[in-house]
C-alpha cells in the first residue's frame, strides 16, 4: 500500500506560484511512474506532469514551460512547482502513483489540493 498526502494548494492572482507537495509513504515497491493531475468542476481528470518509467519526464501541453515536476527521494516528496499561473490552471490537483504490487496492477491517488487562481 502506498498513502499519498498532498499539500501546498491554495488562491493566488494570475501571474503568481505555486508550489505543491505530495509526501509518499508506505512500501513503494513496483511503483513505475508518478505525477501530477487536475480535475476542473464538470470536467476530467487529468495529466498535468508525470515521471515516467524509464524516469523521464511528460507535461501537459498547456503548462509546458510554466510547470516543473520533480522529486527529492531522500524526503519521499514529489514536488510540481507552478509558475505564471492561469485562472484556467483552477482545479483540484491530485498525485498519483501507479505500477505493479503483489502481480497486480495498482493506482493510488492522494486526496487532492484545491488550486484557485483569480484573474
Known amino acids: 500500500q502506498v498513502q499519498l498526502e498532498e499539500s501546498g494548494g491554495g488562491l493566488v492572482q494570475a501571474g503568481g506560484s505555486l508550489r505543491l507537495s505530495c509526501a509518499v509513504s508506505?512500501?513503494?515497491?513496483?511503483?513505475?511512474?508518478m505525477g501530477w493531475y487536475r480535475q476542473a468542476p464538470g470536467r476530467q481528470r487529468d495529466l498535468v506532469a508525470g515521471f515516467t518509467s524509464g524516469g523521464s519526464t511528460n507535461y501537459a501541453d498547456s503548462v509546458k514551460g510554466r510547470f516543473t515536476i520533480s522529486r527529492d527521494s531522500a524526503k519521499n516528496t514529489v514536488y510540481l512547482q507552478m509558475n505564471s499561473l492561469k485562472p484556467e490552471d483552477t482545479a483540484v490537483y491530485y498525485c498519483n502513483a501507479a505500477g505493479v504490487q503483489n502481480w497486480k496492477r495498482v493506482n493510488y491517488w492522494g486526496q487532492g489540493t484545491q488550486v484557485t487562481v483569480s484573474s
Open positions: 508506505g512500501s513503494i515497491v513496483g511503483i513505475n511512474s
